[in-house]
């Protein structure tokens, strides 16, 4: 009797020490102790004052020093752009600054506000391949224009049709007339192919019988356009 009661005790204790190792075997599964790679990430992570969590940690202080002064240091380039600055004497408040279009160059053009040497000479070069501006209208017709810069330069400007270089329907070639912005090949071709058939014109009017020559065509054409070598009546 005693002897099972001495066999039943050693099992009950096996199955207590059993369990207690199983138990905890369990709970370190679940609740793994941390390894010393893990208690270094979590050092550095931890910080002293809630402002340190914007600042991340460097361990090459000397780094964090160069660059630091890197930036302190550094100025703001400032942005490119394509619109010319003003230029440098400003004038354009000046009620008594005028130029004629027709005869100002680059230097007295770059004085206007909101023109630079660029749209200075594109304002020249547009009227080279016009003969002259009969009015400052067509300063419209260069690209680039626009209604600020238009106002800014109208008050300033003006086109005195006396100064233009008039064309001569009499003698003037297909290459020449093919020049001018108000017309193409085809219809130099056809006022020269005209005058050919047809004889010297007597007016500039007569170009109008030409069926590709329209009216809108003609009204912008007409002031540079003469008949000064009409035949002998």
């Known amino acids: 009797m005693e002897g099972g009661l001495t066999r039943q005790r050693a099992y009950l204790w096996l199955s207590a020490a059993l369990l207690t190792t199983l138990l905890a075997a369990i709970l370190a599964f679940r609740h793994p102790s941390p390894t010393p790679k ?8 931890m910080v002293e004052h809630p402002q340190d969590a914007y600042q991340p940690k460097v361990r090459n ?34 009620k008594q600054l005028l130029f004629n279009l027709n005869t100002a160059d680059s230097l007295d053009l770059v004085q206007l506000y909101n023109i630079g040497p660029t749209f200075a000479r594109r304002i020249i ?29 109208a008050p300033h400007l003006y086109a005195n049709p006396a100064d233009i270089q008039l064309i001569d329907l009499n003698s003037v070639t297909i290459d020449q007339l093919k020049r001018h912005p108000y017309l193409d090949y085809y219809q130099a071709k ?13 007016n500039i009017e007569d170009i109008l019988k030409i069926p590709i020559i329209d009216n809108q065509t003609y009204t912008h054409i007409a002031p540079y356009l003469t008949c000064n070598s009409q035949p002998n009546k």
């Open 125 to 153: 070069r547009y009227r080279t391949l016009l003969g002259g501006y009969v009015d400052k209208q067509q300063l419209w017709e260069i690209r680039g224009m626009d209604s600020v810069r238009y106002n800014d330069i």
């Open 61 to 94: 202080s000397h780094y964090t020093q160069s660059k630091a002064k890197q930036f302190s240091t550094h100025t703001p380039q400032p942005i490119s752009h394509t619109v010319e600055p003003p230029p440098t004497t400003v004038y354009h408040k000046d």
């Open 190 to 202: 056809a006022i020269v192919q005209w005058r050919d058939a047809a004889g010297p014109y007597l």
């Open 38 to 45: 893990e208690n270094i990430e979590t050092e550095e992570l």
